[in-house]
């Protein structure tokens, strides 16, 4: 895998929550996460940067200015997130990625 996979939504299974991830452009994704005490979802400017074939650092900012970096990797379908919340709490977890479509261009989950 060369680029981020743009027009996709992929399932990231932690420990502490679920999450569904819809890559809706270059610029912007939705996530919503289903479980757990951060239950939400928004749309946020991303951005990624490829690391190597298949592996990408993710981040955004959040509009109560929670910060989110991931380390996506696809070839071994791990995911790894660090996370400092709106009330200043830091969250390091792994979990696992698993795809589920893709969308159609210009099409929002």
Not at 39 to 50: D, F, H, L
Not at 55 to 78: A, M, P
């Amino acid at each position: 895998m060369e680029s981020f996979p743009v027009h996709s939504v992929y399932e990231l299974e932690f420990p502490e929550f679920t999450a569904e991830i819809s890559v809706l452009s270059s610029t912007h994704l939705q996530f919503e996460i289903k479980t757990g005490r951060y239950e939400r979802t928004a749309i946020v400017n991303y951005e990624a940067i490829k690391i190597r074939s298949g592996v990408f650092v993710v981040s955004w900012q959040e509009e109560d200015r929670s910060t989110i970096v991931h380390v996506e990797d696809f070839i071994n379908k791990k995911i790894y997130t660090f996370a400092t919340l709106d009330d200043h709490t830091f969250i390091r977890s792994k979990g696992n990625i698993r795809f589920i479509e893709e969308l159609n261009e210009g099409a929002h989950h």
